[in-house]
Every structure is written in C-alpha cells, then in structure tokens.
C-alpha cells in the first residue's frame, strides 16, 4: 500500500513543510469552482471521505499554530509540540497545552463542522457513508455530532501516562490545581516552573506516572494502526474533500493527492490556494462555514 508505505519510512512522522511541493500539473486554475458540477459528483458518491485541518476549527475561534499564533510567549509552537520541548521543560510545555485545552474547550462547532455531521447523518440513512478524517484536535467534530472520525493527531482531552501508557479522556479544567490560571501567552510572563510532581499524574492504582497530551508531537510518528484505518478510507472512498488546511503538515498533506492520483474527484475548501491545489479537481475559496454548507446540503435527486 503506497500510503502505508510512505508512512512506514518518513511520511509517517508528523512534519512541517514551508516549502509547496511540484506536482503533475502545472497550474492550479485547472481546478474547476463549479459548484453545480461538484453537486453532481456528490449526489452519486457513496463513499465520502472528509480530510480537515486547523482552518476548521480556526472559524470557532480555535487558535493555529501559524499567522498571528506561530508564537507562545517568545517561544515557537512547533517548537513546544515535540518530544524534546516535553522531556526538557514539562511544565513550560504543559503550561502551553494547558491554554491550548482551555481554549478548545471554551468553544463551539461551526457551521462547517454542523455541515459534516448532518451529512453524516443524513447519508448513512441512505445507505451512503461519510468518515472524517481529522488534523485537528479539539474534538469539535464529535461536538457537532459526527460518529465516523478519525483524529490521527490525537486529541486534547485525552491524556496519556509516559509510565503505564494509559490513555484517558479528560476534560476537568483546570487538569490540575497547579495549572490553574496558567498558560498566557503574554510574551511578558515568565514560566511556572511547575515541580514535575504537581503536574498532571496518572490516577491509576500504584501509578502516579507523569501524564502528557495524548497528542502527536511533531517529529513523533502517527499510530499505525490508525494510518491503516485512514489507508483504507481513502482507497475506497469514491468522492473526497479537503477542508481547511495547508496542506504543509506530512502525512496528512499527501491524504488528498493520493486519491486524486486515482483518479477519484478530490474538492479543495479554503481561504486561499495551497500547494497541493493544483491536484485536486474543485477549488471553493473562502470561509469553510460558508461554502461547505452548501456544498453539503440535500441534493435534489436524494429520496427523504
């Protein structure tokens, strides 16, 4: 399986690219903004798969790691989310995620997210299926109500013990009473510097293992398990979208050109053009709460 197997030797790890990648064609104009015509596409597919990235849940208020948010206090975002940020500085790291969870959870689905999960809903009564494949994770997807989700980053509200490798959901907030009203961002505050032991522990019985985001950290590679089920989807999917992202985070950057690759319509939803526009065959630009829903609405040919 060619995702699997660029998965296995580098594409599997969770990377940032900058850089737009050539591709088979030249120019992404040859995208078609058609809607009428993609409505056709998406009254005949049965099998739809949905890839989503940080632009998503950016029109719920949910902060990228990019633009204005690149920074946490003086330090860069991708830079706190790896392995090393974590084994060094726990507590400067929780402190960031903390703000991270505090403001994920504070917030509420979209109209695109909305958009998705009645898709969903609607479909699977026609025997149609519909799975999201998802960069994001704030979870806001389920919170819409989609059931089929695939979060191959993890999630925010799920910790993982670095001694036993329990992995529990967990929404208190704060985590922990030494987190409270930590996290700024302000430039101008200084570190907790919060002892490891008053960090979030493991509440399993003779445990107490230092807990951490049960998130991929850049530099980490994704679940295998997981890019098997994600492998799956896009190779028998029949019509697939790619909502909201850059398209500059590897795996997940290549999800929609391997499916064009097939020869299957892939539909590209975003503010701007990305460098892997110029594979996919539909281009709709603008906010994703505003041209998705109406990309998904009921078509006129679907029996109610």
């Not at 490798?165 to 101008?188: E, F, Q, T, W, Y």
């Not at 980490?220 to 909201?244: F, W």
């Not at 299957?264 to 041209?291: D, I, M, W």
């Amino acid at each position: 399986m060619l995702l699997q197997r660029r998965a296995i030797m580098s594409v599997g790890l969770r990377l940032f690219s900058s850089h737009a990648t050539s591709g088979p064609l030249a120019d992404s104009a040859c995208s078609s903004s058609d809607m009428s015509e993609f409505r056709k596409v998406f009254s005949k597919a049965q099998h739809i798969a949905i890839i989503t990235g940080a632009g998503v849940s950016a029109e719920s208020g949910v902060p990228t790691f990019r633009g204005e948010h690149e920074k946490w206090r003086k330090w860069q975002s991708q830079d706190l989310a790896s392995p090393e940020a974590f084994s060094r500085y726990p507590s400067r790291v929780w402190e960031f995620y903390h703000h991270r969870r505090e403001v994920a959870l504070s917030k509420k689905p979209n109209a695109a997210h909305l958009a998705i999960a009645e898709c969903e809903a609607r479909l699977k009564k026609q025997g149609r299926e519909v799975v999201v494949i998802t960069q994001c994770i704030d979870d806001l997807h389920q919170q819409a109500g989609s059931k089929h989700v695939l979060r191959i980053h993890g999630s925010l509200t799920e910790t993982r013990c670095l001694s036993c490798g329990d992995v529990d959901v967990n929404r208190r907030s704060p985590i922990c009473a030494a987190l409270k009203n930590k996290g700024s961002p302000d430039p101008n505050v200084a570190d907790a510097n919060i002892p490891v032991d008053k960090l979030p522990r493991c509440s399993e019985s003779d445990c107490n293992g230092l807990l951490r985001p049960n998130v991929v950290f850049f530099g980490e590679t994704l679940d295998s398990h997981l890019l098997t089920k994600v492998e799956k989807e896009l190779e028998i999917c029949d019509l697939c979208l790619v909502v909201g992202t850059s398209s500059i985070v590897y795996p997940a950057a290549m999800f929609g050109p391997q499916v064009a690759s097939r020869g299957v319509p892939v539909a590209e939803f975003n503010l701007r053009a990305t460098p892997k526009s110029e594979y996919f065959t539909y281009h709709f630009q603008g906010p994703c709460g505003t041209t998705l829903p109406a990309a998904l609405a009921p078509h006129n040919s679907e029996v109610v």
